[in-house]
């Protein structure tokens, strides 16, 4: 008798077992599952925030850009002396303070996210500080009442060797998003 009922007693192990041994796999199997998409919904959420930051980036980067280009093309018309250096400064003033741009920001984004749209950034601000310097020295120039028709040429080469540096900004900015789509 107790041998009859060990034997019943071994199916009913070995049915258990293998529920457990299928517990098991399944739990694991589920697990594997679980962090795949774990890690999916991670890439996926990185890859958002790189593009969210490149669009902002580039927008950042345009209306800072474009304000530099507002602000000084009323300096052609006191080249020119169809205004005055007051008026463009008014202008400039004026200008300033109904476009404020987020520079600091936009340098976080270059530095946390984009670093490799730096080399290009460096180049658009070393030549704005080419046109500040162009800038100077036609003021020394208008305060002295001499020619200022001659910077006209000279700031206007700078002014477009800046422009292509933003555009090849910009492009680098598209060039970085595009890997996060």
């Excluded at 996926?44 to 930051?53: C, I, L």
């Excluded at 404020?100 to 460096?122: A, G, Q, V, W």
Aim: with cysteine.
């Amino acid at each position: 008798m107790i041998h009859s009922a060990l034997l019943a007693l071994i199916p009913a192990v070995i049915g258990g077992i293998i529920a457990l041994a299928g517990v098991f796999v399944s739990t694991k199997n589920s697990r594997s599952l679980t962090e795949r998409q774990i890690q999916n919904t991670r890439e996926t959420d990185r890859q958002k925030t790189y593009r969210e930051a490149g669009a902002e980036l580039y927008t950042l980067f345009s209306d800072w850009g474009n304000l530099v280009i507002a602000i000084h093309v009323p300096l052609y018309s006191v080249m020119k002396g169809t205004i005055s250096y007051n008026d463009y400064l008014d202008q400039q003033i004026k200008t300033s303070r109904e476009h404020k741009t987020d520079h600091h920001r936009m340098e976080f984004l270059i530095s946390c996210y984009f670093p490799e749209t730096e080399p290009y950034y460096k180049e658009v601000r070393k030549l704005l500080e080419k046109k500040n310097k162009i800038i100077s020295e036609h003021k020394f120039f208008h305060e002295n009442g001499a020619d200022e028709k001659q910077f006209i040429p000279i700031f206007k080469n700078a002014q477009l060797e800046f422009e292509e540096k933003m555009a090849e900004m910009k492009s680098s900015i598209i060039n970085e998003v595009r890997k996060y789509i």
